[in-house]
């Protein structure tokens, strides 16, 4: 009769407290892992964003320069046939 007491309080105590703890640990390990999935995604397209304009500020910086010289060219080859 004892034994059997201590038994069911051991499956009690084993189920409602350990067992409930064992489920919070799964859910904040899952809802983490999301975390950590949505925070590396968006992470890898903030990079590749970043990288693309950077990339269009250098192509806009070549096509100034361009244009720089090319009216310095503009400018210097008409004064060069004025005279």
């Known amino acids: ?3 059997n007491f201590l038994l069911q309080s051991f499956f009690f105590f084993f189920f409602f407290f350990f ?3 064992f489920l919070y640990f799964l859910y904040f390990f899952v809802f983490f892992c999301i975390f950590l999935y949505f925070f590396f995604l968006l992470s890898f397209f903030f990079v590749c964003m ?3 304009f ?9 096509l100034d320069l361009h ?5 310095w ?4 080859y ?5 005279k």
């Open 1 to 3: 009769m004892i034994y």
């Open 19 to 21: 067992l409930n703890y």
């Open 50 to 52: 970043c990288s693309f």
């Open 54 to 62: 950077i990339y269009i500020y250098i192509y806009a910086l070549i």
């Open 67 to 71: 244009n720089i010289l090319k009216d």
């Open 73 to 76: 060219h503009l400018k210097y």
């Open 78 to 82: 008409i004064t060069i046939n004025n």
